[in-house]
């Protein structure tokens, strides 16, 4: 059934304190809670019955004030445990058993590796006991636990340690008190054989704060790095945002088995392995980044999500928006901005730009919604940040800043709303955010049409912007967004001096050469004074909107942008875009049965970018690469993956041959044997040279492979060796198997690196990876169970191999459809996940439309269908 934000009531119960034992067991757990319940006097509804939230649990007793209720005193309907008569305040005993062993679900307490651990956000409290499971009742808890000594010497919860027990049966006990009040969403709970490394953190006011990661033995050699990453960020929150620590222990939990990155538990944060352990040997580079931004991430939550909290989770994207803004400029500020933004970027014009366009779109903040889980998405997550983001634009860092404190100030303690967010910023700054709150209540892309006018005698140039959106389920017509638009005019000798014709002269940027336009109308123009050549547009500089912006720039004119514009994102972007049109002509070539041939300015433009050692390598690395397949399945309609695929690898090629003395010789200079970091140089160089590798790898011949085996055998760190596997998987190389064989053979014992071996088969290009994959499936190390793995294999092969998931005869789908089947009973979460390539169906050619249709149906037609996968597939086949 669905859930609407317009029927939010607040909660017509309150929870003053909670007490919690645990009494953790092999054959089953027991938990005994006392509440503190009383009648919410800001609640109209009076005598309403206490209707607690539970699900999957066995009832044992319940108490008020110390009476044990008689079954006829309550009454169980779905997952209300519904309690007719109560006093206007009470305590509540109530006693459940639990099976965590047998909890697949990876929701609620659940074993990953031995260890007891919980997941409970958005809703999964409700799988550990009875309880008001919403976010804006917030509690203060103390909780118990007793377990078995030898198994389980660490024993964890929220807040300070208060007291520990040695029990008499060999088993033993701990008490954690959390002083502050918090929704149940933020519980936690571990227990388990854990190493732990510790470290300290002076904060501003002198505050000491003992840092401890808890890791399985084995992984006690890979915590330096999200250690290090926590003080930054730790630091980095005070500096920007004035935000302190507030307890004297923060402690990291590393599990095997999650369904997502991490969860911000108060001060028992618990993570994906894959989030927290990292070292050179066993890491790419990618991996040591996510670590840090992930660590970042759920620290910058204690302020922006557990001091301030969501009211209900319609308003997600308050917390996780501002967060994943917060983290990005986190990591912008440890290693290269520009590189982090194109990375943004990129996720967000393919994963969001495609689930705005679907049927599941939603605005940030979703008007309604069937299962939650399903609304972790890119659109939250990442749109959500790109709206703090403009935000931040609007107002500028000094004001933004005036408006986080004040926000902060005003809610702490509180669970709050999207609008109360924007209402702070709006009353610290002065600027009126009233049409800018569309962004919150729209789904969907908004396209800005821009062209330009040069007018010589008056020497003025004038922008003409035209906004427009696309209707989107349940909103078929949108309200002009308030768009901020960055521009600046490139000359021939520079940026040239911004003023707008009855416009304020612009105080923003120093120079005067950069400008944020305010597009707020439908059509919009704007003029520009004293412009003495006719300029080169550099427009929505550093991505300043999440929007699809369309001018009809010449060749020449991209040209100069990638060669000159001073804003990376615009500089990159022009090479996409040029990268683009060599794909489109790609396929008009073989469409006619012509050979591919790049343009050759385009070349041109390559060579200069691959001998130029004063550029950012990592730039360099990313303005190569032609757009992504996921990036070109936004633009083309319908999308044909396979003659796509074609034309675009058969452009790689001629590039490759074209390029190949300069790749090799930049292959060369960018082999060091200096010492492993995992700094924004030695990324960027080991990012170009693999960019370079895999160029020459195409050509395949006897001195690229040599490379790649060389590089396979000797490198020491993890992102040289699978970049070099990677290129042999795809090449025609016979080393190729040999290569899987052994690297198999020496890391069977590091499950995050066998992780990355199954998706190096799972995203190969060559034909027959189906079989692969199917065959890997039955491999001693896949384990349905571990959402790790069926990410690696069976989301890389069906979300990152698009020319094999989207095989003519439909195996792909079918694939796709019998694993969501399975994971469905399993772990609904991940199998609602894995479904989503399927319900992009409307996007591509007639015959796959029709074979995906039918998988999705067929997934309807099961019984016992959870409501995660549910929700999807039934949006996913309705008209809109
Ligand atoms: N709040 C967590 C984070 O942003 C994500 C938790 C997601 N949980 C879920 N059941 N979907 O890091
Ligand atoms: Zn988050």
Redesign the pocket.
């Known amino acids: 059934s669905t859930i609407y934000l317009s029927d939010y009531e607040v909660p017509a119960y309150l929870i003053d304190t909670t007490d919690l034992a645990f009494d953790l067991g092999e054959e089953s757990t027991k938990v005994t809670s006392q509440l503190h319940i009383r009648r919410n006097p800001a609640s109209k509804t009076s005598n309403a019955p206490l209707a607690l939230h539970g699900t999957e649990l066995d009832l044992i007793s319940l108490a008020i004030d110390g009476r044990t209720l008689d079954a006829t005193e309550w009454t169980q309907s779905g997952e209300q445990l519904i309690i007719a008569d109560v006093p206007t305040e009470f305590v509540l005993r109530c006693e459940t058993l639990i099976r965590p062993q047998d909890n697949t679900s990876l ?1 609620g307490l659940y074993k990953s590796s031995g260890m007891f651990c919980t ?1 409970c ?2 809703e ?1 409290f409700r799988k550990i006991t009875y309880y008001l499971d919403r976010p804006d009742v917030m509690s203060v808890f103390t909780v118990e636990i007793i377990a078995d000594a030898q198994r389980y010497p660490v024993l964890l919860s929220n807040g300070n340690l208060s007291a520990t027990e040695t029990l008499a049966d060999g088993r033993h006990k701990t008490v954690w008190q959390d002083p502050f009040p918090k929704p149940a969403y933020l519980f936690a709970l571990v227990a388990g054989k854990l190493a732990c490394v510790e470290d300290r953190f002076t904060t501003m006011n002198g505050r000491e704060v003992a840092l401890k990661i808890y890791v399985e033995n084995k992984d006690a050699d890979k915590c330096d790095h999200a250690m290090a990453s926590l003080k930054n960020a730790m630091r980095w929150d005070e500096d920007v945002y004035g935000r302190e620590y507030d307890l004297d222990i923060f402690n990291i939990v590393a599990v095997d088995d999650f ?6 538990n108060k001060s028992l944060n618990i993570f994906n392995t894959s989030c927290v352990l990292a070292k050179p040997e066993t890491t790419t580079d990618a991996g040591f980044q996510r670590v840090e931004g992930v660590v970042a ?2 620290y910058f ?1 204690n302020w922006s999500g557990n001091r301030v909290t969501c009211r209900d989770w319609f308003q997600l994207s308050l917390k ?1 928006g501002f ?1 994943v803004f917060r983290d990005a400029e986190f990591s912008a500020d440890m290693g290269s901005p520009t590189v982090k933004r194109v990375e943004d970027v990129t996720l967000l014009r393919t994963a969001q730009f495609a689930e705005d366009a679907g049927p599941m779109a939603h605005p940030i903040r979703p008007d309604s919604f069937i299962e939650i ?1 399903n609304f ?1 998405t890119v659109t939250v997550y990442e749109k959500g940040a790109e709206v703090v983001r403009m935000i931040h634009t609007l107002l500028g860092p000094e004001l933004f800043r005036k408006g986080s404190d004040l926000y902060f100030d005003r809610h702490d303690g509180q669970a709050v709303t999207c609008e109360d967010f924007v209402l702070a910023m709006e009353d610290a700054s002065g600027v009126d955010l009233g049409q800018f709150r569309h962004w919150y209540s729209q789904a969907g892309t908004p396209k800005l049409a821009v062209s330009a006018q040069y007018d010589a005698d008056e020497q003025h140039y004038t922008l003409t912007v035209k906004q427009s959106c696309p209707a989107t389920p349940g909103q078929t017509s949108k309200a002009p967004f308030h768009i901020p638009l960055a521009v600046a005019l490139l000359g021939e000798a520079g940026q040239l001096a911004l003023q707008l014709q009855d416009g304020e002269p612009n105080t923003e940027t120093a120079d005067n050469t950069e400008m944020v336009l305010s597009v707020t109308e439908p059509e919009q123009s704007f003029t520009f004074t004293g412009i003495h050549e006719e300029p080169v547009p550099s427009l929505l500089r550093g991505f300043s909107a999440p929007v699809k912006l369309d001018f009809a720039y010449s060749r020449e004119q991209l040209l100069c942008l990638m060669r000159s514009d001073s804003d990376g994102f615009c500089r990159w972007d022009a090479s996409q875009q040029l990268g683009l049109a060599e794909i489109n002509q790609a396929l008009a070539d073989l469409a006619a049965g012509r050979e591919v041939a790049p343009d050759s300015a385009y070349l041109d433009a390559c060579r200069d970018l691959l001998a130029d050692e004063t550029l950012d390598g990592a730039m360099v690395a990313m303005m190569l690469q032609l757009p992504s397949e996921a990036y070109l399945a936004e633009i083309f309609h319908p999308v044909d993956v396979i003659a796509l695929h074609r034309a675009r690898e058969a452009l790689r090629l001629a590039i490759a041959i074209a390029l190949q003395a300069e790749l090799q010789a930049c292959y060369e200079r960018c082999s060091s044997d200096a010492a492993y970091a995992a700094d924004a140089a030695q990324i960027a160089q080991r990012s170009l040279k693999n960019t370079a590798l895999a160029y020459l790898m195409l050509v395949d011949d006897d001195s690229a492979r040599n490379l790649a085996i060389s590089q396979f055998e000797n490198s020491e760190n993890m992102t040289d060796r699978l970049a070099a596997l990677n290129s042999l998987v795809n090449s025609a190389a016979p080393y190729k198997a040999d290569a899987l064989q052994r690297f198999y053979q020496n890391w069977q014992h590091e499950p995050l690196v066998i992780n990355q071996w199954f998706q190096v088969q799972a995203m190969c290009r060559l034909p027959g990876s189906i079989d692969r994959v199917q065959a890997l499936m039955a491999h001693p190390a896949f384990d349905i169970r571990n959402p790790n793995k069926v990410r690696a294999l069976i989301g890389a092969f069906c979300g990152q191999n698009s020319v094999n998931f989207h095989r003519e005869d439909g195996a792909g789908y079918r694939f796709l459809a019998d694993q969501v089947i399975v994971l469905n009973r399993s772990n609904p ?1 991940i199998a609602s996940r894995l479904l989503v390539p399927l319900t992009k169906w409307r996007k591509y050619l007639p015959a796959a439309q029709q074979l995906m249709c039918a998988e999705l149906k067929r997934i309807l037609a099961q019984p016992d269908l959870s409501s995660d996968v549910y929700e999807v597939v039934s949006k996913s086949l309705q008209d809109y």
């Open positions: 929701e997941q956000e958005a999964g369904n997502m990155g991490a969860m911000e991430h759920e939550h996780e967060t889980s972790y979460q």
